[in-house]
Every structure is written in C-alpha cells, then in structure tokens.
C-alpha cells in the first residue's frame, strides 16, 4: 500500500520558517512523478482546508491563505514532497498533512475527496 510520512513540524514565532517533508512509499505500477500532490491543513475545531498543490508536471497552485509566503515542491528523486513555509502567523497554526490524487496521471482536485491517500499529519504552531 501507497503511504505518507510528514515531518518538519513544531514550535516557531510569528514570523518564522519552517519546511515540512512528506516521502512517499509503496509505489507499484506508477512512480512518485506520476502523482499530483498537495499539503492541507486542519486549524483546531475547524475544517480541513487546502494549501499547496503540485501537478504531475510540476505547477504548483496556492490557495490565498499561502500565496506569497509557502512554495511547495516534488522531489522525484527522493519521492518527497517538500513545503516551504514563510513569515508564519498565528492562524497557520494547524495540523499539515500531505495527500496524494486517486489516480496517476490525472489533474488536481483542489477538494480533499481529490485525494486518496493521506499521511498522519505534522503540527504546526506559530506564537
């Protein structure tokens, strides 16, 4: 089975940085290159939201809430998917997760149902 691992999070001030990394494994058929991918994020009682996404080819599209301050990458190389975060403010305080579209070789849902397989998450918090 396909599987996410995220690392990167923890404690930061307002205005900080921090990258969050997401390696992928359990690829069969398709490779890691062959995936859009994308980072989303769950503020406390709140809901899921999107942040990042990464086509197959590589372009990247950002939600409002992460333009200007987060760049996310593919790593092929390393199966890993890369999110570089920014000026941090308080409200960017969540849990981030990586998620992988259903299906290789297709386009980006910018919906978490666009996605099938999902890591257990890194905590992010900004203060």
């Known amino acids: 089975d396909m599987q996410l691992v995220e690392s990167g999070g923890g404690s930061v001030q307002t205005g900080g940085s921090l990258r969050l990394s997401c390696v992928a494994s359990?690829?069969?058929?398709?490779?890691?290159?062959?995936?859009?991918m994308a980072w989303f994020r769950r503020p406390l009682g709140k809901e899921r939201e999107g942040v990042a996404y990464v086509e197959t080819d590589g372009r990247t599209i950002y939600e409002d809430s992460a333009k200007g301050r987060f760049t996310t990458s593919k790593g092929n190389a390393k199966n890993t998917l890369y999110l570089q975060m920014t000026n941090l403010k308080a409200e960017d305080t969540a849990m981030y997760y990586c998620?992988?579209?259903?299906?290789?070789?297709?386009?980006?849902?910018?919906?978490?149902?666009?996605?099938?397989?999902w890591g257990q998450g890194t905590q992010v918090t900004v203060s």
């Open positions: 359990g690829f069969t058929k398709y490779s890691f290159s062959d995936y859009c």
């Open positions: 998620a992988q579209c259903w299906i290789a070789r297709t386009s980006v849902v910018r919906r978490p149902g666009g996605f099938g397989t």
